[in-house]
């Protein structure tokens, strides 16, 4: 009997082993057809009390120190294509990212009551 039942389970192994492992495209449902009905990424992150915080200390940033740190951190622009870009030199750049980041990190240390 036992051997009978080693038969069995290894033709039982062999047959799985031996089926598609990949799901057919049909089986699938298309992206479209799958609905997200929760927020998308950017109404999340401008939800929190952090992202809100750190919006309302880039305001207080002049324009160029502004942009420069949008264009380095959310398009990921190194400082030599960012003074290429803004046909600044690379110093002048450094510096509004320097300057730039310092007034942001004071300002959410003085929101969050930070030392």
């Not at 294509?81 to 600044?88: F, I, P, Q």
């Amino acid at each position: 009997m036992s051997w009978m039942v080693t038969i069995v389970r290894n033709g039982a192994l062999t047959a799985l082993q031996r089926r598609p492992r990949e799901i057919a495209s049909e089986d699938v449902p298309a992206v479209a057809d799958v609905a997200d009905t929760g927020p998308d990424p950017l109404e999340q992150a401008m939800r929190s009390s952090a992202t809100r915080a750190l919006f309302e200390c880039l305001k207080g940033l002049d324009e160029t120190q502004r942009k420069s740190i949008l264009l380095a951190y959310y398009e990921g622009l190194t400082h030599v294509e960012l003074a290429a870009r803004l046909s600044t030199p690379l110093g002048t750049v450094k510096s509004w990212i320097r300057r730039g980041l310092v007034h942001l990190k004071d300002c959410l240390e003085g929101r969050h009551g930070s030392p």
